[in-house]
């Protein structure tokens, strides 16, 4: 019997015309307005280098008191100018493998190339969504050692119901943004935060007119759900951070490469098969690879390069404070950051 084999099969303009679940849409930040696709962030996935220059508007100053009119035609108003800043935001070239030996099992139905093209996409959502909360996580940390913690509520020294998650806290963190406490439109948290939220009874369910959940809901909020949040102690004293993000508080930028995706040609191959005949003493080996140039980034913050071991930030590196720092006022920087027990 003859096995249909990928590299048989694989044709890059056909494998990127599946529709694959690791569009960005698949991402729960993406359909929360959390993290928006940006054309200025694709744009410098495209270019060259590491390291690209974002420009950005400021506010108006509000505290500028306004002209008085008069009647004196010789009495000319001196125009004020709107200030701009400037956020550096870095390039992630990013692979993946996967691979089987011939001899363990052959991809099963009439298109494999589509099977495999979506567990791939599974496994690159997570990763986006790992990436823009190892984010949060550096953030955060440079919030609490450079601004002296502006953006986070921290109750999880709170005795009994005082430390626990509760609507205090989240009404706090917003509230850390001041005036601009509307701003946030969505809180990631936990599971067992989310449980939490339950037994309280304040979560609300968001349904489409078929009667399908599209999504959870805390305080008119969007609720994304992540395990991968942070985590510190054991039992009943395990401390959770959740984090509150405005609309578009994170950017993202994409290139998959090749005719199929945005077509710019980087990364130079995004999909390929490996055959390795020889592999398993001559039964062969079967890898397909993909590979992405993403960046995700922050808006209000740059990034700061220092030293990296890789060519691009691993998630350690985004965990750390000294890799960030908030370029606009913390009214103007959409995430505040709840330190909270479940329990």
Not at 59 to 70: A, K, Q, R, V
Not at 113 to 137: D, K, P, S
Not at 204 to 227: C, F, H, P, Q
């Amino acid at each position: 019997m003859a096995y249909q084999r990928l590299s048989d099969v694989f044709v890059p303009t056909v494998y990127g015309s599946y529709t694959a679940i690791n569009d960005p849409m698949s991402s729960a930040f993406i359909r929360a307005g959390i993290m928006t696709t940006n054309a200025t962030l694709t744009a410098i996935a495209r270019a060259g280098g590491k390291l690209a220059i974002v420009p950005f508007w400021k506010d108006i100053d509000p505290t500028l008191e306004p002209n008085y009119s008069n009647d004196d035609p010789a009495d000319l108003a001196v125009p004020n100018k709107i200030p701009y800043g400037t956020m550096t935001a870095r390039k992630t070239w990013l692979n993946q493998v996967f691979g089987e030996m011939d001899l363990v099992s052959e991809l099963a139905g009439s298109s494999p190339l589509q099977h495999i093209r979506n567990r791939f996409g599974e496994y690159w959502v997570r990763q986006m969504n790992r990436r823009l909360i190892a984010t949060c996580v550096g953030v955060l940390a440079d919030n609490i050692a450079t601004n002296g913690g502006d953006m986070v509520v921290d109750i999880s020294a709170g005795v009994g119901a005082a430390g626990v998650f509760g609507a205090n806290a989240f009404i706090d963190a917003a509230y850390t943004a001041g005036e601009q406490a509307d701003m946030f439109k969505g809180i990631a948290v936990h599971s067992n935060i989310e449980a939490r939220m339950l037994k309280n009874d304040e979560l609300v369910d968001v349904r489409d007119s078929e009667g399908n959940l599209t999504m959870k809901t805390y305080k008119g909020r969007a609720v994304i759900v992540d395990d991968t949040l942070p985590v510190t102690g054991t039992g009943p004293a395990r401390v959770y951070t959740s984090v509150l993000f405005s609309s578009g508080s994170f950017g993202f930028g994409q290139v998959e490469g090749s005719a199929f995706a945005l077509g710019e040609g980087a990364p130079k191959v995004a999909a390929e098969v490996v055959r390795t005949p020889l592999a398993g003493h001559g039964g062969g080996m079967e890898a397909i690879v993909e590979r992405k140039t993403w960046i995700i980034h922050p808006q209000g913050f740059e990034w700061v390069e220092g030293t990296l071991v890789e060519q691009s930030p691993t998630l350690a590196d985004l965990r750390l404070a000294a890799h960030w720092n908030r370029v606009v006022d913390r009214r103007q920087a959409g995430l505040a950051f709840v330190i909270a027990r479940a329990e």
